[in-house]
């Protein structure tokens, strides 16, 4: 029996295209394509920023030293902040499942994003389970951070469904046993809960 439903944050809790807005910014600064969104996402002060082993302050003055005077940080922030649009069509849809399910939130995320995010959306008026990187210090698909929502939840793998757009990031749910839905849109998601729920 399905007791829990713990979904991923970006691009699918939030609507956001991260990639082309860095890459809009970078083509208006005259950046050379792909450096700016190299240095905000592939370097190892982003994992660290994720993992909450640095604060937002530490992070932008990183990207800073990779761009001296070229990057306008509170501009930037601007950018990633107003990037973070509430995917409402499937908040509503949350609302109406929670006298059923235990909902939560598995998040590669920075703590500070994961506040803006939950504070700006009122997440904490839907979900009861928050397991985020930033304050765990783990990132998916590591099983830890799966085990954490199951506790917190006080459930079982095979209790719960896990809902991410990235199938690279499901493994740790897939090994407790969680079942997995690759998220695409809000209408394929009631057709795949459906599933689930009625063993189809």
């Known amino acids: 029996m399905i007791k ?15 990639v082309s807005c860095i890459a809009e910014y970078e083509e208006k600064l005259g950046i050379k394509k792909g450096k700016l969104y190299e240095s905000v996402h592939d370097r190892l002060y982003w994992t660290d ?14 990207l800073a030293n990779d761009f001296v005077g070229s990057l306008d940080i509170e501009k ?3 950018v990633i902040y107003d990037n973070f649009i ?22 590669n995320n920075p703590k500070e994003w994961f506040d803006y995010c939950s504070k700006i959306f009122d997440w904490q008026d839907i979900f009861d389970v928050k397991a985020v990187s930033g304050y765990l210090h783990i990132r998916k698909p590591d099983i830890r951070i799966f085990q954490q929502a199951l506790e917190i939840a006080k459930i079982n793998g095979n209790e719960a469904i896990y809902v991410d757009d990235r ?28 599933n689930i729920i009625n063993n189809k």
């Open 4 to 18: 829990a439903v713990f979904f991923d944050s970006g691009r699918v809790l939030v609507q956001e295209d991260y």
């Open 49 to 62: 920023f994720t993992l909450g082993k640095i604060t937002e302050e530490n992070y932008f003055n990183q």
């Open 76 to 78: 930037l922030k601007e």
């Open 86 to 107: 509430l995917n409402t069509e499937l908040a509503d849809y949350l609302i109406t499942l929670k006298d059923r399910f235990t909902l939560g939130i598995i998040s």
């Open 167 to 194: 199938p690279d990031r499901v493994d740790g749910a897939k090994a407790l046993g969680m079942k997995i839905i690759i998220y695409s849109n809000v209408e394929k998601f009631k057709i795949d809960l459906h």
